[in-house]
């Protein structure tokens, strides 16, 4: 992987990097890759959307374009990796300091764990250890044994935005069994933000509160109406949760992830069956 430059740095990024003594601070979920999904149309938009990602204060984003679901049979691992190698010679040309790395954001699928046998599926930053699976909205699918058979091939499953799912919203302890399982949870830095509604704002907060969140990441698609939020979301969990808690789920433990260390296992408690 390749790092910037200290001297590199915007003021939005440095400003972050010592607040919390950190050498890199990663979106580990952003669809900035032009024209391959439902993110930035043109290497323009692209642009746009990676120069508000250093604005808000990022230094490495992983390119998570969405995989299977309605992107089935369009969107292949090697297009991934072709794009994210084109963005990054874009942003260089240009003088923008912003490392992109590959990623995906899955469709919960039963074919997940052949496809990632046959190579065909892309993990985030490539790495082989984290794959980045994104439920359905509105239905509930139980995807325990999805679950249980990535883990069996050594790679750890990050949940995408549950807060978002409605079912889970109503049942956040529906999540217990998933992440005793060896799941990671990824709340929507617009989440919480109250940006998707107050029942996902609420939730989001209550997994976050009793450790069963252990990231944040934008999830942005643009540089309008979905556009990178993580210094504010940073923000108000360092005012909410303390220092310590903004830390770990928005710089160190996406830190982790992007160079494929164990992320710090969340609390697996659920305090109340509805959040308040």
Do not use: K
């Amino acid at each position: 992987m390749t790092r910037l430059l200290l001297d590199a740095h915007s003021p939005a990024q440095r400003s972050r990097l010592e607040r919390f003594a950190a050498t890199e601070c990663v979106d580990m979920h952003c669809h900035c890759l032009p024209g391959v999904d439902d993110g930035p149309a043109t290497v323009g938009e692209a642009i746009e959307l990676c120069n508000a990602l250093v604005a808000d204060g990022v230094t490495t984003v992983i390119a998570t374009p969405h995989q299977l679901g309605r992107f089935d049979s369009t969107l292949t691992a090697d297009d991934i990796r072709h794009a994210v190698v084109e963005l990054s010679a874009a942003l260089s040309a240009r003088g923008i300091p912003l490392v992109v790395e590959a990623g995906a954001d899955v469709r919960v699928d039963e074919r997940i764990p052949a496809l990632l046998d046959a190579g065909r599926l892309v993990t985030l930053a490539d790495s082989g250890r984290y794959l980045l699976l994104e439920l359905p909205h509105d239905t509930f699918i139980n995807i325990q044994p999805l679950l249980a058979e990535i883990v069996a091939r050594g790679v750890t499953p990050v949940l995408s935005h549950p807060e978002r799912n409605v079912f889970l919203a109503r049942r956040p302890e529906a999540m217990s069994p998933w992440l005793e399982g060896g799941a990671l949870l990824q709340v929507t830095a617009a989440s919480l933000l109250g940006h998707f509604g107050p029942l996902a704002e609420q939730v989001a907060w209550h997994w976050l509160a009793t450790g069963a969140a252990a990231l944040v990441a934008s999830d942005a698609h643009d540089a309008a109406a979905r556009r990178p939020c993580m210094t504010q979301a940073t923000e108000a969990i360092a005012r909410r949760l303390g220092e310590p808690a903004a830390r770990r789920v928005c710089v160190l433990n996406p830190a982790l992830l992007l160079d494929g260390e164990p992320v710090r296992a969340a609390r697996h408690v659920f305090r109340h069956r509805n959040p308040r």
